[in-house]
């Protein structure tokens, strides 16, 4: 995916998320299928186990995962945001500037 600018007007002013919905093709589909499966085969026994940790039923721990997942993908894309043990962002970080130069 390129570097689109921000829009600057419509709903997706508030909702950055409905951007990546632009020119998408059944190869990423693809892509994404696989990674919403492994996505899945991660979080769901991390979730209930936050859940159970916490005091509350596992399915809570399910429902808040959700939540957080949808309110990240319409609010938060970006290639650039970091998520990872802080031992790894440097790596990260390097890789960031360095795509920057390389373009």
């Known amino acids: 995916m390129d570097n689109q ?10 909702i950055p998320g409905l951007t990546l919905f632009k020119g998408v093709s059944s190869t990423l589909l693809r892509t994404e ?14 979730a209930m186990a936050y859940g159970d940790l916490a005091g509350v039923t596992p399915v809570a721990g399910l429902y808040v995962a959700l939540g957080a997942m949808v309110m990240y993908a319409l609010f938060g894309p970006s290639f650039h945001i970091l998520l990872a043990d802080p031992k790894q962002s ?3 970080d ?3 500037a360095t795509q920057d130069n390389l373009r």
């Open 5 to 14: 600018p921000p829009p600057t007007s419509g709903i997706a002013r508030f």
């Open 33 to 46: 299928f696989v990674v919403a499966i492994t996505l899945f085969a991660v979080l769901v026994p991390s």
């Open 90 to 92: 440097k790596s990260q």
């Open 94 to 96: 390097v890789n960031i």
